[in-house]
């Protein structure tokens, strides 16, 4: 499928705006979509036994950039799970343990705008300032439009090469 | 923030956390409960029935109250145990089947879960390319010393700036945050503090027994507690239409209560116990230099008086403080050296129901008494000691080492109390189908034991703490610990022993006591009445002393271990600058001194009074002794009071040990001039009482005032107690003397004095308890309260309805009553058939009887076996049953007897009566017809 993986552009753009998290990308991308999806999607700290307690939550651009784009990979690819049925319907996925990558197909102008705004939103809604929000917005916008590199797919993190990616 | 900076503080290391003992008591508390929570599960539908059968058997009333079907139980006890170990209970080994299972599933949880959590983290070495991260937390570790390293990992979806540790002690795993790696740039005071905090559970070895316990909370609540609930709720139905029902509600209701109190409690003990060691964590990381802005977290909102209520409700609940607690505790480490209410209410709830539930299960399998009461006693007064020992302890220490007044722990120990009472009421042993017990008003006591307990235990840490100052408060434990573990043993042991009897409602009248000892021992003695009822009064209580095997010990502990202190004492002052030293011991023993000349006096006085009252006729003889004897009690118990009353006005600050101390001292200076003066009786004319001529009279002696050693020095302890609180009450203040305070380094020559002193005391003391324990090893074991009960008059007769009276009936057959009447019927054909036997083959019309031996014999431990079961529940009944097991008994006798004589004539008489007894048989089983159609 023609398109660029939404791994691969939240790396890059972490690697842009908030190298810090580059560690964290690269754990990530050990995982299923799914899976990070699921987990990025927490808001809250978790109380654990022999923790530190729970206490301030850092806004990560990681989780803001990954949420968007998986969004719009879903939707792109027609899978936005509204309802039972696609909850269901991931459940299975998870369930058969099929590898989901999701990918970012080529956008046009308009979609590439609402990516942009909904980094934006997103962001703030995870504590990043409007100026952050924006910075990490316009550097995901540019990487979308460069697109996948020459040869179709971009060859590069996956679910089983977490270990493969180093600081850019 | 400038008083917090000012005030005194120590390193709170300098006493024990007392952390594991409260993990343990936890642990302890599910392996227990899972006996009994699984009984449900464990017991057929016939054996649940036989639960309330067995009593109905007995012939009880279940509309009755407790008091009458406790009397029932009692007066039945062996027929009711072999009841329920035969038709209610399941084998012996079978409940204990369930704790093993338990350990099995939590050792399953507790290897899954470091696997579980694992699952959704990476290694650090695969994110942290340029190794700065992995460097950053190996030089943390260097820094503290930490022997071995932990295997970290990293949580990248995790956004708080946390960090987490688990797996076990000696391979542990940090787990560090998304959010914690991707601030440590920025912010790096905050990801040292974390990351010292979790390395600082680690070398505090806080992993396994945390994750332990968890471990085990998980399996019990899955593998127990949900399968257990779920069987009770099934059976509720029916239970409900059962016309019993009003009779089983409170024990169903409870046991519900019980498994929801269960959890609540688990919960609530992890959560406090698990903050504690956060704040160890938090104190150890400040320690080794985290910097105390790590500890920042987002401002909590302004709220309200509601909302803060409901918050520091949740507080409760949850495994860290909140962050304003932790905050000030690194400025102050002064709140882990608080007695605080909530440890003390739930470790009094726990040991409770500790105590409870293993006594229960010895008492349902007849191991329960005596020596084992007492073990199960000291089981559970270790892991109170463990916990609210450690507790007090640590907060005299802390007051002590900083300055501050120690604390008298009343407060802590009456949350105690509470604790254990509410654990007793939960635990239902006072009840059997009441809602609360008889008395319940009883169970003040036990408020005021745990009160007493704490207020012991902080009295010897103050003296101990005081004399040994300089020395690790932690060895001073070694000593303290143990010592009140046997302490509360006591009181454990002898409330279940007789205690709980108040409680339940006693089933003794004094007036019942007081008939049976005018009708078997004294003859009627009207103008001593009053002496008589006292001695009545006073059976139970000695009774309910004698179910505890080391009373004495645990009387000699509670004076002696704080005596002791004084002989241990440094040479120089106390041990903060302003803290005042011990006060000189003469202000405790002295006053006892004076107790036991004072006792001498009274003895005196006894023998001058009793002299004229010397009786003329041989049955007098038997009233005079036991009107001697009560007066000598009088005499050594009474001088005490004045004693008490004196030291404790004398010791301000150390009024209960005080009081103990010149309690015991008078008791025992005034039974050896009892032993003299009682032995020399008849020696002085005008005293003479028992003797009649002047000679060495020390056996007879002892064998009068030893009785009263026992009975003497526990009562002496309980009113040094009264005494302290009386004297303190009234003085309400106490002001501490400066003069002693301040007082000068004491002379070489006064510590040996002093040593001296304590070490005669002691050596009396110990010999006094050793001789006695000694002697109660010995002694031949109490007759069974089967047996006992028979020797007092009966309970009047109840009437019960018909119905009632047809499930009694009933029961009587079902368990036992139907079996043992075929059996003599099987029993009488064999020595039929083996009389035939010698007919048949008879040769000169002489019958050989001796084949009827063996028949007789088993006829006769038939008798023996219908004696032990249950009276028939119903009069008339009854009647017949007792005739009928009176003829086999005498019939099998005879028989036996003939046999062996070879007398034919005793045969045949011995033959009849066994005819005899088989229509008494025919004529009970008619009755028991009519009472119960279609039964037999």
């Known amino acids: 499928m023609p398109g660029i993986r939404v791994r691969d552009v939240v790396r890059d753009v972490v690697a842009e705006v908030a190298e810090q998290e580059l560690p964290l990308v690269i754990g990530l991308s050990r995982f299923s979509e799914a899976v990070v999806v699921r987990r990025l999607a927490r808001t809250k700290g978790r109380r654990e036994t022999l923790g530190f307690g729970v206490g301030e939550v850092v806004p990560l651009v990681t989780a803001a950039v990954w949420l968007v784009l998986d969004q719009t990979a879903q939707q792109a690819a027609g899978l936005v799970v509204t309802g039972s049925l696609g909850r269901l319907r991931t459940w299975w996925r998870r369930l058969r343990r099929r590898p989901s990558v999701a990918v970012v197909p080529p956008l046009t102008q308009e979609q590439l705008r609402e990516v942009h705004q909904r980094v934006i939103d997103v962001g703030g809604r995870r504590g990043l300032s409007r100026r952050q929000s924006e910075v990490v917005a316009d550097a995901v916008v540019a990487r979308l439009a460069l697109g996948a590199p020459t040869g179709g797919e971009v060859r590069a993190l996956g679910p089983d090469d977490g270990a493969a990616g180093g600081r850019a | ?936």
């Not at chain 2, 599960?41 to 009880?60: E, H």
């Not at chain 2, 012991?456 to 020395?471: D, F, K, M, N, P």
Request: net charge positive; proline share 6%; with cysteine.
């Open chain 2, 1 to 936: 923030m400038t008083a917090i900076a000012i005030r005194p503080r120590i390193d709170e290391r300098t006493v024990t956390a007392g952390t594991t003992p409260r993990f343990a008591l936890l642990i302890v508390l599910i392996v227990v409960s899972s006996v009994d929570l699984m009984r449900t599960l464990n017991s057929t539908a016939d054996q649940s029935l036989a639960w309330w059968g067995c009593r109905l058997a007995a012939g009880v009333d279940p509309a009755q109250k407790d008091r009458t079907v406790m009397l029932g139980e009692v007066s039945q006890a062996d027929a009711y145990h072999d009841c329920m170990i035969r038709y209610a209970l399941p084998p012996w080994w079978q409940p204990l089947g369930w704790p093993v299972l338990l350990a099995v599933v939590a050792l399953l949880v507790f290897w899954v879960l470091p696997r579980w959590k694992t699952r959704r983290t990476v290694p650090l070495a695969a994110v942290d390319h340029d190794g700065e991260i992995s460097w950053a937390v190996a030089e943390l570790a260097a820094t503290i010393g930490l022997r071995r390293f932990p295997r970290v990992v990293v949580d990248p979806a995790a956004a708080s700036t946390g960090a987490v540790v688990f797996g076990r002690d000696g391979r542990s795993v940090l787990c560090l945050h998304g959010g914690l790696v991707a601030s440590r740039v920025h912010d790096p005071g905050r990801f040292r503090a974390v990351v010292l905090h979790e390395l600082a559970h680690i070398d505090n070895r806080d992993i396994t027994i945390s994750y332990a316990t968890i471990a085990l909370w998980r399996a019990f609540l899955f593998a127990m507690v949900l399968p257990s609930t779920g069987m009770l709720l099934v059976t509720l139905p029916n239970s409900l239409r059962s016309p019993y029902w009003s009779t089983y509600a409170p024990a169903a209701t409870r046991n519900l209560l019980f498994v929801v109190v269960l959890c609540a409690l688990v919960y609530l003990a992890r959560s406090e116990v698990l903050r504690t060691r956060e704040i160890y964590a938090d104190l150890s990381a400040a320690r080794w230099g985290a910097d105390p802005d790590g500890w920042q977290a987002p401002a909590a909102p302004v709220r309200g008086r509601a909302r803060r209520a409901l918050d520091r409700f949740r507080d409760l609940w949850r495994t860290h403080p909140c962050w304003e607690v932790r905050r000030w505790a690194l400025a102050d480490p002064e709140i882990l050296f608080r007695v605080a209410a909530m440890p003390m209410f739930l470790t009094g709830v726990a040991a409770a129901l500790i105590n409870n539930r293993i006594w229960m299960y010895a008492k349902q399998y007849r191991l329960a008494g005596g020596w084992n009461d007492q073990l199960v006693a000291l089981t559970a007064a270790s892991l109170v000691a463990g916990v609210a020992g450690v507790a007090l302890w640590r907060a005299v220490a802390h007051a002590l080492l900083t300055g501050r007044p120690a604390p008298s722990g009343v407060r802590g120990g009456a949350w105690l109390g509470v604790g254990m009472a509410f654990g007793h009421l939960l635990a239902g042993q006072e009840v059997i189908s009441d809602w609360l017990p008889e008395s319940p008003y009883y169970l003040v006591l036990v408020v005021l034991a745990g009160m007493a307990f704490a207020w012991w235990t902080s009295q010897c840490a103050q003296v101990w703490i005081t004399a040994r100052h300089g020395r690790p408060v932690s060895r001073l434990l070694l000593v303290g610990l143990p010592s009140a573990a046997l302490v509360m043993s006591g009181w454990f042991t002898w409330w279940h022993g007789g205690g709980a009897l108040l409680a339940a409602g006693w089933p003794f009248e004094p007036d019942q006591i007081r008939a049976l000892l005018e009708r078997t021992v004294t003859g009627p003695a009207p103008g001593h009445r009053n002496v008589l009822t006292g001695v009545a009064a006073m059976i139970p209580v000695v009774a309910s002393m004698t179910k505890v095997p080391l009373i004495l010990v645990q009387v000699a502990v509670l004076w002696l271990v704080p005596l002791a202190a004084w002989a241990a004492r440094s040479s120089s002052g106390g041990v903060a600058p302003s803290a005042p030293g011990l006060p000189p011991l003469r202000l405790a023993v002295l006053p006892g001194v004076l107790g036991g000349i004072l006792c001498w006096d009274a003895v005196v006085w006894t023998q001058a009074y009793l002299h004229p009252l010397r009786p003329d006729t041989e049955q007098g003889w038997a009233l005079y002794q036991i009107l001697y004897t009560a007066w000598l009690f009088v005499a050594l118990v009474g001088p005490a009071a004045p004693a008490v009353l004196l030291a404790s006005a004398l010791n301000p600050r150390h009024r209960l040990v005080s009081t103990l101390i010149a309690a015991e001292v008078a008791v025992l200076a005034g039974f050896a001039g009892m032993v003299v003066l009682v032995s020399t009786d008849g020696c002085v004319r005008p005293l003479a009482v028992l003797g009649s001529s002047c000679g060495s009279r020390l056996p007879a002696a002892w064998s009068t005032v030893e009785l009263l050693l026992t009975p003497a020095l526990v009562i002496a302890a309980v009113c040094g107690g009264v005494a302290a609180v009386l004297v303190g009450l009234l003085s309400r203040v106490p002001r501490p003397r400066r003069g002693r305070a301040a007082a000068p380094a004491w002379s070489a020559g006064g510590t040996a004095l002093r040593r001296i002193v304590v070490g005669a005391l002691v050596s009396v003391a110990m010999l006094v308890t050793i001789s006695e324990v000694a002697l109660r090893l010995h002694e031949r074991a109490a007759p069974e309260s089967q047996a006992v009960s028979r020797m007092l008059p009966p309970a009047p007769a109840v009437a019960v309805s018909a119905e009632t009276k047809r499930v009694q009936i009933a029961s009587w057959e079902r368990y036992g009553g139907r079996g043992l009447l075929g059996r003599f019927s099987t029993e009488m054909d064999k020595l039929i058939a083996a009389m035939q036997v010698s007919i048949d083959t008879a040769s000169n019309g002489r019958v050989d009887i001796s084949p009827a031996r063996a028949a007789c014999v088993a006829i006769g431990g038939f008798g023996r076996d219908a004696e032990r079961y249950f009276r028939v529940p119903d009069a008339e009944g009854d009647e017949s049953w007792q005739r009928y097991i009176a003829l086999i008994r005498q019939g099998s006798r005879n028989c036996v007897e003939a046999v062996d004589r070879d007398d034919h004539t005793l045969f045949y008489a011995s033959v009849d009566q066994l005819e005899d007894a088989l229509r008494t048989g025919i004529v009970l089983i008619r009755r028991l017809n009519t009472l119960h159609p279609g039964g037999l």
